[in-house]
């Protein structure tokens, strides 16, 4: 009877190197799904968990103080810039009804440990920015565009005239939008001046910008969307929303 002839050790030590280099390609493509479903869909989870607890502070908090003078009237802004507020856990909520993700809350600082919690942050440059009471400034914001709540996701389905609107404790801002960048440099700080640049407009008046990352699932350039204040409008007792989200 015949022998079957054993393949050569150089095949087999081939073969067993390709087996290998699969069995890490598998577990290497696992741990980048892994890593995918956990920067994209769970931080989003936890960080929409932590952001709702947050707000619900804020608005306990806010039911605590004396009841305001129903009046659309703007507080004076504080001492020291957009920087010098740090109300209790927040300053108010944002809505955006073209976003479609409720509301987001915001919170001072712009930092990745303030973001990361699935709110909008606030610039506080003086040089640069200014709250929705002071007479004239630009109100920038940003938020994450993919993970950590993704706030501002769907940005790019803003158009020139939707409304966004910011709520505190006492007043509604209600913004109309009237010019977006779709790309600019993240180092082009000039888009959120207190007249930003790029906006078409050239005179001062009371703004808000939001800023994000894009393209989608990247942070190498930013997308703008630039408002102008509407009107403003008292918060009554059953904080009757305006008509922009009813």
Known sequence: MSRA????RSSSVLAGLL???GELLITAGLLLALFITYSLWWTNVL???????????????????????RSTALPSAPPGGAGALDMK???GFLHVPAIKNGEVLVKRGTTSAILNEGVAGYYTDPLAAALPWEPQGNFALAAHRDGHGAKFHNIDKIKNGDAVVFETRDIWYVYKVFAHLSQTSKYNV???????????RTAPGR???LTTCTPVYTSKFRYIVWGELLRTEAVDAKRTPPAELR
Do not use: M, N
Request: no cysteine; net charge negative; glycine share 10%.
């Open 5 to 8: 002839v054993p393949p050569p």
């Open 19 to 21: 087996g290998l280099l």
């Open 47 to 69: 960080a929409d968990r932590q952001t709702s607890a947050q707000g619900s502070e804020v608005r306990h908090h806010w039911q605590t103080l004396p009841a305001p003078t």
């Open 89 to 91: 856990d927040g300053i």
């Open 190 to 200: 000039d888009v959120i001046a207190p007249v930003p640049k790029g906006s078409g």
């Open 207 to 209: 703004y808000i910008t």
